[in-house]
Antibody
Framework: QVQLVESGGGLVKPGGSLRLSCAAS????????MSWIRQAPGKGLEWVSY????????YYADSVKGRFTISRDNAKNSLYLQMNSLRAEDTAVYYC?????????WGQGTLVTVSS | DIQMTQSPSSLSASVGDRVTITCQAS??????LNWYQQKPGKAPKLLIY???NLETGVPSRFSGSGSGTDFTFTISSLQPEDIATYYC?????????FGPGTKVDIK
């Protein structure tokens, strides 16, 4: 079955950077669009970005455009999110999810805390 | 951006009750509407896709309907394991947007 495992979260100061990873298994990773979705503590879900199966098509939420970069390595069955110029409002659990329309498979999430 | 609203924001019902949640989109999204269940401390889980299609393995007491701007999610007979927050989500347009969630608990 679909298994997604995120890593790379942690505590970072405002203006800092962090790179999240998502290791996929249980399906043919290279066949699927992938997405990042986040959830601030006690809040709802916010879509962050998606990338096409080949990596040629990418979209971002306005709130992260120019600061975050999504990428993937199909040979390693891995999805990434490079986060730069982090702000307090980026504090959230970040989930990777399979799909770009509906999300059929989610990781357990990794917590990113931006605080001085 | 397409705004998604849900009502109620929370509800309390008895085991066996029929529970209905509504979701409204700020513009026509056809049937590009999904429903997720999120239990505390867990990742969301897809229950219904394309407004009315039950995800494989999801109990048949869950159902969805609607198109255009107005959608309904129903639990026909509430079970203790259904305690969770439920979110609608549209994918007609970018950015993908979620409703604010409906928290369901047992009376």
């Amino acid at each position: 079955q679909v298994q997604l495992v995120e890593s790379g979260g942690g505590l970072v100061k405002p203006g800092g950077s962090l790179r999240l990873s998502c290791a996929a298994s249980g399906f043919t990773f290279s066949d699927y669009y992938m997405s990042w979705i986040r959830q601030a503590p006690g809040k709802g879900l916010e879509w962050v970005s998606y990338i096409s199966s080949s990596g040629s098509t990418i979209y971002y939420a306005d709130s992260v455009k120019g600061r975050f970069t999504i990428s993937r390595d199909n040979a390693k069955n891995s999805l990434y999110l490079q986060m730069n110029s982090l702000r307090a409002e980026d504090t959230a659990v970040y989930y990777c999810a399979r799909g770009a329309g509906y999300y059929r498979g989610w990781g357990q999430g990794t917590l990113v805390t931006v605080s001085s | 951006d397409i705004q998604m609203t849900q009502s109620p924001s929370s509800l309390s019902a008895s085991v066996g009750d029929r529970v209905t949640i509504t979701c409204q989109a700020s513009q026509d999204i056809s049937n590009y509407l999904n429903w997720y269940q999120q239990k505390p401390g867990k990742a969301p889980k897809l229950l219904i896709y394309d407004a009315s299609n039950l995800e494989t393995g999801v109990p048949s007491r869950f159902s969805g309907s609607g198109s255009g701007t107005d959608f309904t999610f129903t639990i026909s007979s509430l079970q203790p394991e259904d305690i969770a927050t439920y979110y609608c989500q549209q994918y007609d347009n970018l950015p993908r947007t979620f409703g604010p969630g409906t928290k369901v608990d047992i009376k």
